[in-house]
């Protein structure tokens, strides 16, 4: 049976206290967004993605706050993140911080994903999350790259700043809280949510490291087992994600991105009730509806990026999946919204 995407209720840390301090009944809403309100209150609870989801969606608009995931962001430290965080703090550089991070996070999350391209001058973290279903997600994927941004702040300094940050989601009412939280340049409707940094910050020492507590953080922490240790799904997607843009989602390049062979992921997505054509079509579309809502990227530019290699066969699948072309679904919900 398929395994809904999950997170660690410790991706909420903050959750409670911020709702009270801007006037929110923070019970009342995690019963209304499907989140057991005792998960509030302790970081190992497991949350399905969608509720968590749904109620900073539903803070936000209770509230008033378009900017009510970064809030909760800034909140954040290395601490959100558990054990691991130990393991992290005490890391010799922010590169191997970071690689710690990244593929730690299953820890914490089956629906998220950051990816690191480093180049010569630039290095690039590129935050994904599974949507699992629900049509707008922009509160928790300001969340997430907040909490990537905070992450960076406590192994840096917190005098550092990112080069810029990207949204895929067009800008809100409120970018003043994006410019001073960030304090770089914010672009809005891109092609992905990331964080640009400068390459040479990776070879810097982590901020306030202690090495010696490093063997006994890594001892704490090995016992620890992720929330799904199998080819899931969700992990194909967030596979795809990456690969997609590049031209390469196929079997065997998600095969070797999930350091498996064909055979061994069909067998698991089989086992899960699906197959590879399925989870393909549902990244697609979670991507594209992203894309869309942006307003900005044209349809060609959007084309390559769900790995099409033509706009005509773009269009073909999103009629064929959802009835209308492209530009016809990104007028109607932009008169929706």
């Not at 629906?111 to 630039?122: N, P, Q, T, Y």
């Not at 300001?142 to 990112?162: I, M």
């Not at 070879?203 to 507590?213: I, K, Q």
């Not at 087992?225 to 590049?246: D, F, Y």
Request: proline letters at 5%.
């Amino acid at each position: 049976m398929r395994r809904a995407p999950t997170i660690r209720s410790a991706v909420l840390s903050g959750y409670w206290s911020l709702a009270r301090e801007v006037g929110l009944d923070p019970d009342r809403l995690a019963e209304q967004a499907g989140v057991e309100p005792a998960a509030l209150l302790t970081p190992d609870a497991v949350v399905r993605a969608r509720c968590a989801y749904r109620l900073l969606e539903l803070s936000a608009a209770e509230s008033g706050l378009d900017d009510f995931g970064l809030r909760l962001a800034r909140r954040r430290g290395l601490s959100h993140l558990g054990a691991l965080g130990l393991q992290v703090r005490d890391e010799p550089t922010v590169r191997s911080a970071l690689a710690k991070i990244t593929s730690g996070l299953k820890v914490h999350s089956t629906c998220s994903r950051v990816d690191i391209d480093e180049g010569v001058d630039a290095t690039v973290l590129t935050i994904t999350l599974l949507a699992d279903g629900e049509p707008v997600i922009r509160q928790a994927l300001e969340t997430a790259v907040g909490s990537v941004f905070q992450d960076l702040v406590a192994l840096l300094g917190s005098r550092w700043r990112p080069s810029r940050v990207q949204f895929i989601h067009s800008a809100g009412k409120n970018v003043r809280s994006h410019r001073l939280m960030f304090g770089c340049p914010i672009e809005f409707s891109t092609d992905r949510n990331a964080i640009v940094m400068r390459s040479s910050d990776l070879d810097l020492p982590v901020h306030g490291a202690d090495p010696g507590f490093k063997a006994y953080a890594d001892a704490i922490v090995s016992g620890r087992s992720p929330i799904a240790g199998r080819v899931s799904p969700e992990l194909v997607k967030q596979a795809l994600a990456t690969l997609l843009p590049q031209g390469a989602g196929t079997t065997p390049a998600v095969a070797r991105e999930l350091g498996v062979d064909r055979r061994t992921l069909h067998r698991h997505l089989d086992q899960a009730g699906t197959d590879f054509s399925t989870v393909l079509s549902a990244m697609r579309a979670e991507l594209a509806e992203q894309y869309l809502r942006g307003a900005v990227l044209s349809m060609t530019e959007i084309a390559p990026l769900l790995g099409f290699a033509s706009l005509g066969s773009f269009s073909r699948w999103f009629a064929t999946r959802y009835g209308s072309t492209p530009t016809q679904w990104r007028r109607a919900h932009a008169e929706a919204e």
